[in-house]
């Protein structure tokens, strides 16, 4: 509700009021509307109305002045304001008083005021411009804290604090170069350079025009390389038995992790978040809410890794987390425990590439690589992968050559 008038109004009129403004005016007369009172005003134009609310809160009456019909009041539209507050006084609900009111509508305008304010105010340095597309990011990216990290840990220490007018292609070019020379892997590379374009993306749709203002864009027309990260390792048959050995002497809970991951392919955060509700072994499923690919999922569960799971989540809560740690909570150690593991078990032995290392991922690789050759068509391996397309499942194809000598020879 926008109130009028308010040079001329009182937050409560109590005692009689003198002076010769209101020699043009009449007393008060009463309204069609209970609790609504107005009085004429003579004007160079004709005559005003001034309404008054009355009511009473706490014990106490109150009597204010609302507005002028001159500008847009009415003794209806009065009535509406002194029943939205009467409704007040019985809910509990602020405003009680039409002081509030105004009160509150200030500080809402005063807000609106800000907030326009800010958006109006242009970044000026990198810095700035990356906290804007960080919080945009935070609500709006499930991926958002990896553009964190790669900020605060490659961007911002070259060019955080540097003015977005002073930033050229060859700082970026520079950054590149430095990365490459640490040993980062091209994919990474690119990610960071990546960044670093959606920043000023994010810049120009904000801003729009004015964004050129205070900024060159020195990722415009910066040819990004597309690098190539992905692993490549699977597991045998007989290191996956050595590495289960090994698991079972030293860390049983591993041990289970290991197998669920293998044989089921689920990912890591899917395993920490997944509770005994989760684990419906009537049916031999486990369900996974807003999974990578955004969508509810379920995973099936192959007969050999039932009595596992039937011990994990016996006697447990629906909420309880099935590999807990041990405070009973999520636990957040298992790619460094597995490290450990693969490491004793020489999986990493002499291996130089990173994409060779065998990490807790390299267990969903294997389960997507065994199904592939064991002859399974990829429409299948792509469902039980939860793949979101099948060009994501084409990159193990290379492992069924049997199929492809088939038809060959066909």
């Known amino acids: 509700m926008i109130f009028y ?9 109590r005692s ?10 009449s007393k008060k007369i009463s309204t069609a509307y209970p609790g609504v009172r107005c009085r004429e005003h003579k004007t160079d134009k004709g005559k005003d109305q001034h309404f008054f609310i009355r009511y009473r809160y706490q014990g106490k009456l109150y009597e204010e002045a ?16 002194l029943a939205a507050l009467q409704e007040n006084h019985v809910t509990g609900r602020s405003p009680v008083t039409l002081a509030e009111w105004r009160k509150m509508e200030d500080e809402e305008r005063k807000r609106a005021e800000e907030e326009e304010a800010k958006k109006r105010e242009l970044p000026q340095t990198l810095g700035e411009l990356a906290e804007v597309y960080l919080d945009w990011a935070r ?9 964190k990290q790669r900020w605060e840990n490659y961007l911002r220490p070259e060019l955080g604090k540097k003015a977005l007018n002073k930033i050229e292609t060859h700082h970026l070019e ?5 990365l490459q020379d640490k040993g980062l892997a091209q994919a990474t590379i690119t990610q960071v350079l990546g960044l670093a374009r959606r920043i000023y ?8 025009s004015r964004f050129a203002e205070v900024a060159n864009d020195p990722t415009k027309g910066m040819k990004i390389p597309q690098g190539q990260n992905r692993r490549i390792r699977y597991l045998s048959s007989e290191e996956v038995r050595h590495l289960l050995v090994l698991a ?5 809970m591993m041990h289970d992790i290991i197998l669920l991951a293998l044989y089921t392919g689920m990912r890591r955060g899917e395993i920490v978040d997944l509770t005994a509700g989760k684990v419906d072994l009537d049916n031999k499923v486990i369900y996974i809410p807003n999974p990578k690919s955004g969508v509810d999922e379920h995973v099936q569960l192959p007969d050999h890794i039932m009595p596992m799971l039937r011990l994990r989540i016996a006697g ?15 636990i957040n150690s298992i790619s460094p425990r597995f490290g450990k593991l693969a490491d004793a078990a020489g999986l990493n032995d002499g291996i130089e590439d990173k994409r060779d290392k065998v990490v807790f991922h390299t267990l969903r690789h294997t389960f997507i690589s065994w199904l592939v050759i064991e002859g399974t068509d990829l429409r299948t391996v792509q469902s039980m992968a939860r793949h979101r397309s099948i060009e994501m499942t084409c990159r193990y194809s290379h492992l069924a050559p049997s199929s492809k000598n088939h038809a060959a020879n066909r």
């Open 5 to 13: 008038g308010r040079a001329q109004h009182e937050s409560r009129l």
């Open 16 to 25: 009689k009021t003198v002076g010769p403004l209101w020699g043009n005016m």
């Open 66 to 81: 609302i507005g002028w019909k001159s500008k847009g009041w009415s003794a209806k539209k009065a009535s509406r304001v």
């Open 139 to 147: 609500s709006n990216k499930k991926s958002w804290s990896w553009d």
């Open 174 to 178: 520079a950054i590149r170069v430095k």
């Open 201 to 208: 993306n994010h810049g120009r749709y904000l801003y729009g």
């Open 248 to 252: 079972k002497k030293r860390d049983e």
């Open 316 to 330: 447990k809560d629906r909420s309880e987390p099935v590999f807990p740690s041990r405070e009973g909570g999520k």
